[in-house]
């Protein structure tokens, strides 16, 4: 696999695939913009080797549909004030119309396409979709991380299509610094993993658990690792068909010498409102009626301590309903700690990048991932699909000439 500055792509015709899927508000104003300022290196690389500069990306669900409200413009509006140039966008993604606009597009110059998920055929990775995607392009680029776990038209079915693909700055920062977590970190390395199911993340605590020295379990996950040590959770989650496989899961740690920590105590209350009452309880003492909806004080102590001399720390998922404020002050300390540590510190996105950014710490973390989905299933050990496609490219058989794995 190739990057964007191994490949030529001076005065090209440079087709990006970018995860601009960002948060609006009501009246569909941007309200983060990380995703489109992480790829600015990108585009101003491109822009620096004169190319015409074509952007396309997804926003929201519109299930195949052209939906007004999840329209790109926005991200037009707030890219063309980012790079302090005009950034037109185009109808569509695909048509005639959108033809024309590439061809008229001067080299340093910038086109948004629409909403590729205005197409059903996008999510389908449709091959005469993808072919058509790739026929306004001389070099295919993807550098959307977020979408990289993916199978659509626009990141896999494209590399069939183009003659030449390469990863963007974006993908390359990624991969590199999982790489570095996952392949030789500096120890101790400590994984926290926490969300509401065990489910989502087993198989990231299972490939874990042979590579760190110390694993937290927190949120809504650990009560099914709770229960499976014999505990009453009360009405708190629990997956029941996985109490085996958690219980498989600490065994394992023993046999590596994995240290391997639970919430000794925890906020419950009777259900996830944020007006009701509420307790703090040992895990010993939990209330049959009553649910565990965040750690308390003394798992707060009890983590920051486990995390006083690691050297390498990767953190995915809250440890509460940190939405809530009730809930909320679990998430807030480890990520207090997290950021106050000496180790290299990795965040896997989605609700922990939202939860950092809420405590005003996330300058002091060393890489905040801008892929929850992508990032968790590197963590699992898993190929990410868009980056085995870049292997592949234009090979029309649609097998991949070798597979680009998790380390690469």
């Not at 944020?274 to 010993?284: E, N, Y």
Request: with cysteine.
């Amino acid at each position: 696999m190739k990057f964007i500055d191994e490949i030529d792509i001076h005065q090209k015709k440079v087709l990006f695939r970018f995860d601009f899927n960002v948060p609006l508000d009501s009246s569909l104003n941007i309200t983060d913009d990380t995703r489109i300022r992480a790829v600015l290196p990108s585009i101003n690389y491109a822009l620096d080797e004169k190319a015409r500069v074509i952007i396309m990306s997804h926003l929201g669900r519109p299930k195949g549909k052209a939906v007004s409200e999840m329209s790109l413009a926005p991200v037009a509006k707030r890219l063309s004030r980012l790079l302090g140039k005009d950034v037109p966008l185009a109808p569509d993604c695909i048509g005639e119309e959108v033809r024309k606009m590439v061809d008229a597009l001067k080299p340093e110059c910038i086109l948004l396409l629409e909403n590729l998920r205005f197409h059903r055929e996008e999510e389908k990775n449709d091959e005469a979709f993808a072919a058509e995607l790739a026929r306004i392009a001389d070099v295919y680029i993807d550098d959307a991380f977020g979408n990289a776990h993916r199978v659509h038209a626009s990141n896999v079915g494209i590399t069939r299509f183009v003659p030449v693909c390469a990863a963007g700055f974006l993908v390359k920062r990624e991969l590199s610094y999982f790489k570095k977590a996952l392949d030789k970190p500096a120890r101790p390395f400590v994984a926290i993993v926490g969300g509401s199911k065990v489910s989502g993340k087993l198989e990231a605590v299972a490939n874990l658990i042979r590579k760190v020295d110390k694993m937290i379990v927190g949120g809504g996950m650990a009560f099914t690792f709770l229960k499976a040590l014999g505990y009453d959770v009360g009405k708190s989650l629990v997956e029941d068909d996985l109490l085996d496989k958690a219980t498989e899961v600490m065994k394992t740690a023993r046999e590596f010498g994995v240290k391997f920590y639970l919430p000794i105590d925890c906020v419950i209350a009777e259900n996830r409102d944020a007006a009701a009452d509420t307790k703090i309880v040992p895990v010993q003492e939990m209330d049959p009626h009553w649910m565990g909806l965040d750690i308390g004080p003394a798992t707060i102590t009890l983590f920051t301590e486990v995390l006083g001399n690691a050297k390498t720390i990767v953190w995915n998922g809250p440890m509460g309903v940190y939405e809530i404020d009730a809930f909320s002050r679990g998430t807030a300390a480890l990520a207090h700690a997290v950021a106050n540590s000496y180790a290299l510190t990795i965040v896997g996105g989605g609700d922990t990048d939202v939860a950092i950014h809420q405590t005003g710490e996330s300058d002091k973390i060393t890489y905040i991932s801008t892929g929850g989905g992508a990032s968790l299933e590197l963590l699992e050990g898993k190929v990410l699909p868009a980056v085995a496609a870049l292997d592949r490219c234009g090979d029309e058989t649609g097998l991949p000439s070798s597979s680009v794995s998790a380390k690469s």
